[in-house]
């Protein structure tokens, strides 16, 4: 069913539009529109909050304070150093291969303010990733971290790239503790593997450009700012084309429900995603920029011990994460000794956050675990779950300005509580895929509505259940079976740490259902576990082939790879 809000008097003999069922289920103070025009570009928002802001610390990093003020310092001098000496001009593609580190933020917004296309890159990209990623793209300009210079090297007489800016450890940290830093992580951790370039620049020397006369581009609302690559709703590496207005309005819709919960220039959020996943700059850099607040960098989050002493030392008020990293962290002894009196809420998105999980993070921290939902198209958010309140087992409610219907393959709209493909309309929604017409095509509608690819309802009080993507749903004799559904029940077990269920062949249904399973408990059986399921799932769910392993497939970010388990 598709709602419409309806402004202002009817006339007679109209037809009303039914307002959408979820607004009366919005929490006190939140509003049903967010201006997306209210900034003239991302970098002039960004700017503002430096101004609004400079005397407070907008980023910590490895003790490392960074204010407002010097943000907006070092990437004017940025954005300087590559109109100037590189000679960018505006729409030009510039990669960003960079980690949790203060270098982020400062190449991110000297490449807006040049008027130039941010690309991010994912550090871990093999040699042969990064190439065609950066050949799609086309390119010309790269800042990427010396650690990962060597892959980079290896391929970089194949692309388009012409200047490449070297970043290291302890970048914008002070004199001393800058060199410290850079010959622990170069000959102590050794690192950084060997690397040649003809030329390039290292970051701090570019952020040390002088020039009197630099105005910052002229950049349009509809303008790209950022390229960023997704598997997508097609399953195919693509560039989702985010403007300059499609960032703003998710930005000022992530602080329309976060804002009423924290205090402006209060918040201090911990980073763990990298920021060059769309939730995690979007949430985490964007959304808390604009309040003043301060992200704390978790360079690697693997590092468990390592992330949960900084949340010991920053006491945190929040963060955002993904279900395997928050189950990691209930299950660690330690993160339970932390005192958690200053922290109000978690953000779980990227995947399924698990009942389990969240019942557990509860009980530890005193405080909800609040699931939302988006995608790389939306840039990322569609829905979050009130903040105080949240509804278990839903992803929440679409968030301001933002409409969502649920449809049959047809197209048809379906009734409340029926289940289809999600699709969402909203000034966030991305401009399509870069150099990809017809793929475009495929997600996007004349009239703006994003086609997802995921499975969803919407209940009667406008909360959406997520239940699977349409590519991973497992079809027993013609039953639907939501991979989601199963992993959630099976994480209740006390004896189970992770699962993952995907369908497999079989000869009396069509599809089975399998579960791989890692152990919390190593005398947990298939035996038990089959029973368990059975008193907990129809019959066709419940899983006719168990698996124990010691790790799931994960990305990048900590979302399960069920197609690597194939």
């Not at 220039?265 to 769309?278: A, D, F, K, N, S």
């Not at 996007?444 to 309802?457: E, F």
Request: charged share 20%.
């Amino acid at each position: 069913m598709t709602f419409e809000l309806q402004e202002g008097p009817t006339a007679p003999g109209a037809v009303v539009t039914a307002e959408p069922a979820w607004f009366a289920s919005y929490p006190p103070g939140i509003p049903r529109t967010i201006d997306a025009d209210s900034h003239s570009s991302l970098p002039s928002m960004l700017i503002d909050a430096c101004a609004r802001h400079a005397g407070r610390p907008a980023f910590e990093c490895l003790g490392t304070h960074m204010s407002y003020a010097e943000w907006e310092r070092v990437s004017r001098a940025f954005a300087a150093f590559l109109v100037e000496e590189v000679k960018c001009r505006p729409g030009d593609r510039i990669a960003l291969m960079l980690p949790n580190l203060l270098a982020y933020p400062v190449a991110f917004l000297g490449a807006l303010r040049a008027g130039l296309i941010v690309v991010n890159v994912n550090p871990l990209y093999t040699p042969r990733e990064l190439k065609e990623q950066l050949a799609d793209a086309g390119a010309t300009v790269i800042v990427i971290m010396e650690n990962f210079a060597h892959k980079l090297e290896a391929v970089l007489a194949e692309t388009q790239i012409r200047h490449v800016v070297v970043g290291r450890l302890g970048d914008f940290m002070p004199a001393l503790k800058r060199g410290l830093f850079n010959f622990a992580n170069a000959y102590i951790r050794r690192a950084v593997p060997a690397w040649r370039f003809a030329s390039f620049t290292t970051l701090h020397d570019a952020c040390r450009h002088h020039s009197k006369g630099y105005v910052d581009a002229h950049v349009t609302p509809t303008a790209p700012a950022l390229l960023q690559y997704t598997g997508g709703t097609t399953g195919v590496a693509k560039g989702a084309i985010l403007t300059n207005r499609n960032l703003i309005a998710n930005a000022l819709q992530c602080r329309a429900w976060i804002a009423p919960n924290l205090p402006e220039e209060q918040g201090r959020v911990l980073t763990p995603l990298p920021l060059y996943h769309i939730f995690s700059l979007t949430a985490n850099l964007l959304a808390f920029a604009v309040m003043g607040g301060l992200s704390v960098f978790v360079p690697d989050p693997r590092d468990l011990k390592g992330l949960i002493k900084t949340m010991r030392k920053a006491r945190v008020t929040t963060m955002t994460g993904v279900n395997t990293l928050f189950n990691a962290l209930i299950n660690a002894p330690e993160f339970a000794t932390l005192d958690f009196s200053a922290f109000g809420f978690a953000i779980g998105g990227g995947a399924a956050v698990q009942s389990a999980v969240a019942q557990r993070w509860r009980e530890i921290t005193g405080t909800p675990l609040v699931e939302g939902y988006g995608l790389t198209e939306a840039s990322p958010v569609v829905c979050i779950n009130p903040i105080r309140n949240p509804k278990l087992g839903t992803v929440g409610l679409p968030i301001s300005s933002t409409e969502v219907t649920i449809r049959d393959d047809e197209g048809n709209d379906l009734p409340i509580g029926e289940a289809g493909e999600i699709c969402v309309r909203g000034p966030q929604v991305m401009q399509g895929y870069w150099h990809r017409h017809e793929e475009t095509k495929l997600v996007l509608t004349d009239d703006g509505w994003l086609r997802t690819g995921d499975i969803g309802a919407l209940d009667a009080q406008g909360f959406l259940k997520i239940l699977d993507r349409k590519k991973d749903m497992v079809n027993v004799s013609g039953f639907k079976v939501f991979p989601n559904e199963v992993e959630d029940v099976i994480a209740q077990h006390p004896g189970v740490l992770e699962a993952a269920v995907i369908g497999v062949p079989d000869q009396h249904t069509g599809q089975g259902v399998k579960l791989f399973v890692v152990k919390r408990d190593p005398d947990l059986t298939t035996t038990e576990l089959t029973q368990f399921a059975r008193e907990r799932l129809a019959a066709y769910k419940v899983p006719r082939v168990i698996e124990f392993i010691d790790s799931l497939p994960k990305s990048n970010i900590g979302k399960i790879i069920r197609k690597n388990l194939q």
